[in-house]
RNA sequence: GGCGACGUAGCCAAGUGGUAAGGCAGGGGUCUGCAAAACCCCGAUCGCCGGUUCAAAUCCGGCCGUCGCCUCCA
């Protein structure tokens, strides 16, 4: 079985294969930093992460670059709002999003190219068009002629003429065609400029990540990603540009995620309906999200409510009971045996869902055949290699997923502190349980899951922790 | 109006021709002093109607509903 990915442009599942052997190059468009970034730009950079994860674990040498737009309208107008450099708030927000994505255990990407940067690429790509006839001048801003291109529309499956009718874009009458989209904005008072064979001014929104791409990832990127709400315009634009620039496709497989829905609608800033990565985080773990929308497959919306963060926060603790350590002495017989067909059917299982366009949900549900397999053996008293081997699958397995499943850090400063006395509390109503004291035993473990912290009696003790929530 | 996606048990969700994975919640049980955890058992004929087929959740047509894009958007 190969990897096979769903390619939006030809609307098909295709076996994947790269340009060169055993190399992928991959580009995801990151966010416009103007404001705090939520969980629906979390949600499309878990998903890239994984599948670059899983490329790598397939034996892939992955190159990532994914950028930050930080030169945009409205960067602009945040910053004039705020009276700040629109650069240095672009700044700020890129670096937070770069410590969200550690939060979220996200891969650093090998480049994280900035428009700002980029200026070069972007004026000597414009020029190129230019040159070739792509582009148009009008009164200091460059435009791209869609007219010129003959496949125009074949990522998002518009024509020309259909794209236009009824829709709201306003016409600017100057320009060749309504469609025909800003390379370059003349420079405005008030607003950053850059100087260029044009005049001075700033690139339109889809020519930096077409002269990002050429860039740092060459003329053909293996891999092209984005949420879906950027098929039209951002990649249909992207394409007419990059492809009638350098005459060669311009990406082999389009990857688009679905959308985060809260209450029914789309997760964005304009509609105001968001819960932003750091509110995320500070209710619960990285790895609950990650397992909230791995739940769901990355090109279908995924449903967030109290109820389903709930439900991924108690699945995860249910993951997590497969790591619980051996309990017997039994490293071989039947019950070790059967673990060790179980891990291998685990893993096997696993590929295949995940080679299957990225099925996570059907990984996911071999990773919980996993963890029943081994929960049952260590009642049954498994130990030994067997046993060790299976965590180690889940481990590794759920690390594709970039799941971690670390016991949440709940315990901050002040519960470290309070260890010692918990576990003088549990050695105390240990006595009284062997004492038969049950009423001042219970009253002892009532009163500590009062405080958040959870006791549990097994044969060889008392367990506890606090609780996650 | 145009383009596209989706509708599977209380909830989330996989499955695209051979009588429905997994998770959460719920019920019953084993274990336990009790509890918790773990383990075992229990639940859906797949939006509606019609068609193709020996056989459809899975293909085709119609209808209803939800969502996304067409304007900045992950």
Known sequence: ????????????????????????????????????????????????????????????????????????????????????????????????????????????????????????????MIGGLEEEGYAYRLDGDVYFRVKRDADYGRLSGRRLEEAMSGTRVEEDARKEHPGDFALWKSAKPGEPSWESPFGPGRPGWHIECSAMCLHHLGEVVDIHGGGNDLIFPHHEN??????????????????????????????????????????????????????????????????????????????????????????????????????????????AGYIAAMDDDFNTAGALATLFELVRAINTARTAGVTGPFYDAAQQTLRELAGILGITLEEPAAAAASDVAARPFIDLLVAVRGDLRTARQWALADKVRDGLKGLGVTLEDSPDGTNWRFESE
């Open 1 to 124: 079985m190969a990897l096979r990915i769903y390619n939006t442009l030809t609307r098909q599942t295709e076996e994947f294969a790269p340009i060169e052997p055993g190399k992928v190059s991959m580009y995801v468009c990151g966010p416009t930093v103007y404001a705090d970034a939520h969980i629906g730009h979390a949600m499309a950079a878990i998903i890239f992460d994984t599948v670059r994860r899983y490329l790598t674990y397939q034996g892939y040498r992955v190159r990532f670059v994914t950028n930050f737009t930080d030169v945009d309208d409205k960067i602009i107008r945040r910053a004039n709002e705020q009276k700040r450099d629109p650069i240095e708030l672009a700044n700020h927000y890129a670096d937070e999003y770069l410590r969200h994505l550690r939060d979220l255990n996200v891969l650093e990407a090998d480049v994280y190219p900035r428009v700002s940067e980029e200026m070069g690429w972007i004026t000597q």
């Open 238 to 347: 992207e394409i007419a540009q990059s492809e009638s620039y350098t005459g060669k496709e311009f990406a082999r497989y389009w990857m688009h995620n679905g959308m985060l829905q809260l209450a029914g609608e789309k997760m964005s800033k304009s509609l105001g309906n968001l819960i932003t990565i750091d509110q995320f985080l500070k209710e619960h773990s990285a790895d609950a999200l990650r397992l909230l929308i791995f739940t769901g497959h990355y090109r279908k919306p995924v449903v967030y409510s109290a109820e389903t963060v709930e439900s991924a926060e108690r699945s995860l603790a249910r993951l997590r009971s497969g790591l619980r350590p051996a309990q017997g002495n039994a490293s071989t017989g039947e019950a070790a045996d059967k673990l060790r067909v179980a891990t291998e059917e685990a893993r």
